[in-house]
């Protein structure tokens, strides 16, 4: 790999590889929900199931080879760091960005299941941060079935719904097959599964360089790997998510991208975070100390649970968004990156 070529390199060239890996993840990211999107569509897999799994876990797969890469690695406390660090990027910066500039109204029925499974895994997994201190096997088999279980139920009301229903009964067969073959002269087959493989590899090739040099850079500025990983790591492969957000602003359709993120903090979760813990089970990881007390139990969790809160609950109850939901939840991501450089 790139990065072990580059192990002993100077201060410059761990920042342009750290840089470098960014934008690997962030194409690699491009061309893998492009593939995956081409080879869905092919097949007739319904739209709607396209954005609810595969963009989904497309643009948090940076997050997986993150955090996996880093387990893998004994870095547990890039892994750690990286999913909450990731959740709150996700809300109180690219979320809220999208709020402030051009707030919309949502569906409710759309984001109960989404919301509910992510608060109830948010609760188990600071329960087991705080209680146990530690993230045994079986909590990132539990994490992952829970990732299971939501992927089926997603697939099932997709399939199930009166939208999907509609749209097969508009469609008669000579439309249908006219679509299908539209469809395979725009996107070869060979082509996406090229775009499916290149893109986990930059993402790989990404995520290897993102660790090892933001690590470099964290002990040659003194600065712990918690902070990094609650940052700059996390903001980098948060950068699929901000892309997807700002398309769908221009678009005129903000709404459709508050789901994707509510979606994107779950697989934090459950997904990037099961599959790093069952790699290689950690303790949490001990950073800075406020009050005698671990720094990411009395901070990074409840901001976490926190701006979580303020997106989603006040749209649940009036059913849209308010510019000043965007406002605070910016302040208090401005807040929270300052504090961690002055504590």
Same mark, same amino acid.
């Given at each position: 790999?790139?990065?072990?070529?580059?192990?002993?390199?100077?201060?410059?060239?761990?920042?342009?590889?750290?840089?470098?890996?960014?934008?690997?993840?962030?194409? @690699?990211?491009?061309?893998?929900?492009?593939?995956?999107?081409?080879?869905?569509?092919?097949?007739?897999? /319904?739209?709607i199931?396209?954005g609810?799994?595969?963009?989904?876990? @497309?643009?948090?797969?940076?997050?997986?080879?993150?955090?996996?890469?880093?387990?893998?690695?004994?870095?547990?406390?890039?892994?750690?760091?990286?999913?909450?660090?990731?959740?709150?990027?996700?809300?109180?910066?690219?979320?809220?960005?999208?709020?402030?500039? !051009? /707030?919309?109204?949502?569906?409710?029925?759309?984001?109960?299941?989404?919301?509910?499974?992510?608060?109830g895994?948010?609760?188990?997994y600071?329960?087991?941060?705080?209680?146990?201190?530690?993230?045994?096997?079986?909590?990132?088999?539990?994490?992952?079935?829970?990732?299971?279980?939501?992927?089926?139920?997603?697939?099932?009301?997709a399939?199930?719904? /009166?939208?999907?229903?509609?749209?097969?009964?508009?469609?008669?067969?000579?439309?249908?097959?006219?679509?299908?073959?539209?469809?395979?002269?725009?996107? /070869?087959?060979? !082509?996406?599964?090229?775009?499916?493989l290149?893109?986990?590899?930059?993402?790989?090739?990404?995520?290897?360089?993102?660790?090892?040099k933001?690590?470099?850079? +964290?002990? +040659?500025?003194?600065?712990?790997?918690?902070?990094?990983?609650?940052?700059?790591?996390?903001?980098?492969?948060?950068?699929?998510?901000?892309?997807?957000?700002?398309?769908?602003?221009?678009?005129?359709?903000?709404?459709?991208?508050?789901?994707?993120?509510?979606?994107?903090?779950?697989f934090?979760?459950?997904?990037?975070?099961?599959?790093?813990?069952?790699?290689?089970?950690?303790?949490?990881?001990?950073?800075?100390?406020?009050?005698?007390?671990?720094?990411?139990?009395?901070?990074?969790?409840?901001?976490?649970?926190?701006?979580?809160?303020?997106?989603?609950?006040?749209?649940?109850?009036?059913?849209?968004?308010?510019?000043?939901?965007?406002?605070?939840?910016?302040?208090?991501?401005?807040?929270?990156?300052?504090?961690?450089?002055?504590?």
């Amino acid at each position: 790999m790139l990065s072990l070529i580059f192990k002993d390199g100077a201060m410059g060239d761990a920042i342009l590889l750290f840089i470098f890996g960014f934008i690997l993840l962030i194409k @690699g990211g491009d061309w893998f929900v492009d593939g995956a999107t081409g080879i869905a569509k092919r097949f007739r897999i /319904p739209d709607i199931l396209i954005g609810a799994t595969v963009v989904s876990i @497309g643009t948090t797969l940076p997050e997986v080879m993150v955090s996996a890469t880093g387990a893998a690695s004994g870095q547990s406390a890039m892994a750690y760091g990286n999913a909450i660090g990731s959740i709150i990027c996700n809300t109180a910066l690219i979320a809220a960005i999208t709020i402030a500039i !051009k /707030p919309a109204s949502v569906e409710r029925k759309t984001l109960i299941i989404p919301v509910c499974f992510f608060f109830g895994s948010a609760i188990f997994y600071s329960l087991i941060a705080i209680v146990a201190q530690e993230f045994a096997r079986w909590v990132g088999i539990l994490l992952l079935a829970v990732f299971v279980i939501y992927m089926a139920f997603t697939i099932y009301k997709a399939f199930s719904s /009166p939208e999907r229903k509609q749209s097969d009964e508009l469609l008669n067969p000579d439309e249908k097959q006219e679509e299908i073959n539209d469809e395979e002269k725009q996107s /070869p087959l060979w !082509k996406n599964l090229l775009f499916l493989l290149l893109g986990a590899g930059l993402i790989a090739v990404g995520a290897d360089l993102l660790v090892n040099k933001g690590t470099y850079i +964290a002990k +040659a500025w003194g600065v712990p790997e918690t902070v990094i990983a609650l940052t700059f790591v996390a903001l980098g492969t948060s950068l699929p998510e901000l892309v997807t957000a700002i398309t769908s602003l221009i678009k005129g359709r903000g709404a459709l991208s508050l789901g994707n993120l509510i979606g994107a903090n779950l697989f934090n979760l459950v997904l990037v975070s099961g599959i790093a813990v069952t790699i290689a089970p950690f303790s949490v990881p001990l950073g800075k100390l406020v009050g005698g007390l671990n720094a990411s139990l009395v901070i990074d969790i409840p901001v976490m649970l926190g701006v979580s809160a303020i997106l989603t609950i006040p749209t649940l109850i009036r059913g849209k968004l308010s510019k000043l939901q965007g406002y605070a939840l910016l302040a208090i991501y401005v807040a929270y990156v300052t504090m961690q450089f002055v504590l």
